[in-house]
């Protein structure tokens, strides 16, 4: 069994920064790809940024230049650094994993909320 636990998300003012962390346990091997996602109500879940096992990352052109996601591959942690941030980036984000032959998991959610 997989276990990833989400930390970070709150209210924030327009122009602040948040830092998203989601940390993968249990019967997890050979991450390739980690994730953050989000969803907005009445929306569809989209992905925000990606991060291979190698380093490689891409980003919704909506928070490029913006956001930053990074990994610690010895931790099994992946994290998202917003700066910058819109009333638009309000939404729950999930973090999305996938590792082993095919296998994909998610988060819990953690809501993220801009507002003055």
């Known amino acids: 069994q997989v276990q990833l636990v989400e930390s970070g998300g709150g209210l924030v003012q327009p122009g602040g920064s948040l830092r998203l962390s989601c940390a993968a346990s249990?019967?997890?091997?050979?991450?390739?790809?980690m994730a953050w996602y989000r969803q907005a109500p009445g929306k569809q879940r989209e992905l925000v940024a990606r991060?291979?096992?190698?380093?490689?990352?891409n980003y919704a052109d909506s928070v490029k230049g913006r956001f930053t996601i990074s990994r610690d591959n010895a931790k099994d942690t992946v994290y998202l650094q917003m700066n910058s941030l819109k009333p638009e980036d309000t939404a729950v984000y999930y973090c999305?994993?996938?590792w082993g032959w095919g296998n994909t998991d998610w988060g819990q959610g953690t809501q993220v909320t801009v507002s003055s």
């Open positions: 249990g019967s997890i091997w050979r991450i390739n790809f």
């Open positions: 991060i291979s096992s190698g380093g490689s990352t």
């Open positions: 999305n994993v996938q």
